[in-house]
């Protein structure tokens, strides 16, 4: 039998699943159960080629909407028999530096991690513990998105703050979007038929939320997003870099506490905050000044980075594009390497522009620093990492105690 692993990526009010076989990349079905705990739900359910089975109803609970995936295969198929379930978890902070087996120690450092990713740590939990109690003798493997970029070194992840902020609070560049760069890199490599240990790569991983990573040799050694996901590039509703002072600043101005900062540039900033959508294709169908002024602000800050992480890496091998935005929006891969020609970063004009989901380059032949098209599979990642998890010597149980 197939060694398949069910992904499960819970959201504060979603469920995404995957049943996956990363020895060979198949999908025997892939789901999403939606807008829980609202009025109205959605599960939609697709297994083989056909329609998919999709039932409209209220999930009031994780738990329902848990059960529903499983009502799913069990009326659709295809059967359930995972070898594990592999979990995404947001943030492992400096403990989790590779993907673990889940234990109820593993549970409770993650939680101790949650005022790190509030958003996101404590509805992961959510799922593994759902998941443990539905598959009691199935493995959980946990894969963080902060763990690839375990190999910062000291001067790409350590701020110039107080050192008791450091020391007892954990302030540092941890750095995400690492599950998908882990991803891209290895399948960079392949297009360019090369081995990624010779590799220097920058990946921008476009989407909702957005990062630039340098990779050198399948190592991540500097990254956009730092403590929290919401430093670096213009994003849909996240500001990326600002002022440190600004918090400061409103709240001598505008008597603003430091959650209602927070969460301004979290929630209220981006695209939303400079054009009222948090949509770049709604974005880049307008002709107005405000979008116009918006779509260069988000494409100057990825051409800094780019610019930054070329004099970092010292030489560059190739530039990869992946997430929603970065696979389709050929505008937005043209703007941000504008002006970038004579480091031998350049598109063509014929290939950027073609409408294709597949792997592909959209340089010129022969250009000195290829750029390239990566379709992100974050759901392939996590379960080849369980894969591995579960082949490899456990690990013991101190694993990344600070």
């Known amino acids: 039998m197939a060694d398949r692993v069910l992904v499960l990526n819970t959201g504060s009010s979603s469920i995404k699943y995957e049943l996956v076989d990363p020895h060979t990349r198949a999908r025997s079905a892939k789901g999403l159960i939606e807008r829980i705990g609202q009025e109205q739900g959605r599960l939609t359910h697709h297994s083989g080629n056909g329609s998919p089975y999709v039932r409209d109803r209220p999930f009031p609970s994780h738990e329902e909407g848990l059960d529903a995936m499983m009502g799913a295969f069990a009326a659709v198929g295809p059967r359930l028999e995972p070898v594990a379930v592999g979990h995404r978890v947001v943030h492992g902070g400096t403990r989790f530096t590779e993907a673990v087996l889940v234990d109820d120690e593993v549970i409770a450092a993650i939680e101790e991690l949650a005022p790190l990713a509030a958003l996101h740590n404590p509805v992961n939990l959510t799922g593994i513990r759902l998941a443990r109690k539905v598959f009691?003798?199935?493995?959980?493997?946990?894969?963080?998105?902060?763990?690839?970029?375990?190999?910062?070194?000291?001067?790409?992840?350590?701020?110039?703050?107080?050192?008791?902020?450091?020391?007892?609070?954990g302030v540092r560049r941890y750095g995400f979007h690492g599950t998908s760069c882990a991803y891209v890199s290895r399948r960079a490599a392949a297009v360019l038929g090369r081995d990624l240990a010779e590799l220097n790569l920058i990946v921008l991983h476009l989407g909702n939320g957005a990062s630039a990573t340098a990779i050198s040799?399948?190592?991540?050694?500097?990254?956009?997003?730092?403590?929290?996901?919401?430093?670096?590039?213009?994003?849909?509703?996240r500001s990326g870099d600002v002022d440190p002072?600004?918090?400061?600043?409103?709240?001598?101005?505008?008597?603003?506490?430091?959650?209602?900062v927070e969460y301004a540039l979290t929630h209220q900033g981006g695209l939303l905050a400079l054009t009222g959508s948090s949509d770049m294709r709604a974005v880049r169908a307008r002709d107005d000044e405000e979008a116009k002024l918006a779509l260069e602000i988000y494409a100057r800050r990825i051409r800094k980075y780019v610019g930054a992480y070329y004099a970092l890496l010292g030489r560059v091998d190739a530039i990869v594009f992946t997430g929603g935005v970065g696979e389709h929006d050929a505008a937005t891969r043209a703007a941000s390497l504008t002006g970038l020609d004579r480091l031998g970063i350049a598109l063509d004009p014929a290939l950027n522009e073609t409408d294709s989901a597949g792997e592909r380059a959209v340089s010129p032949a022969g250009a000195g620093v290829p750029v390239l098209v990566i379709p992100t599979d974050e759901e392939q990642e996590i379960a080849r990492q369980t894969l591995a998890r579960l082949a490899s010597p456990p690990l013991p149980s101190s694993i990344g105690r600070s």
């Open 245 to 260: 002072a600004l918090a400061g600043y409103l709240a001598r101005a505008g008597a603003l506490d430091a959650q209602q």
């Open 136 to 169: 009691p003798e199935v493995p959980q493997v946990a894969v963080f998105d902060t763990a690839f970029h375990r190999t910062l070194p000291p001067e790409a992840y350590t701020y110039a703050v107080p050192s008791d902020w450091r020391e007892q609070f």
């Open 217 to 237: 040799g399948g190592r991540s050694v500097d990254t956009s997003m730092g403590l929290t996901p919401l430093e670096g590039l213009v994003m849909g509703t």
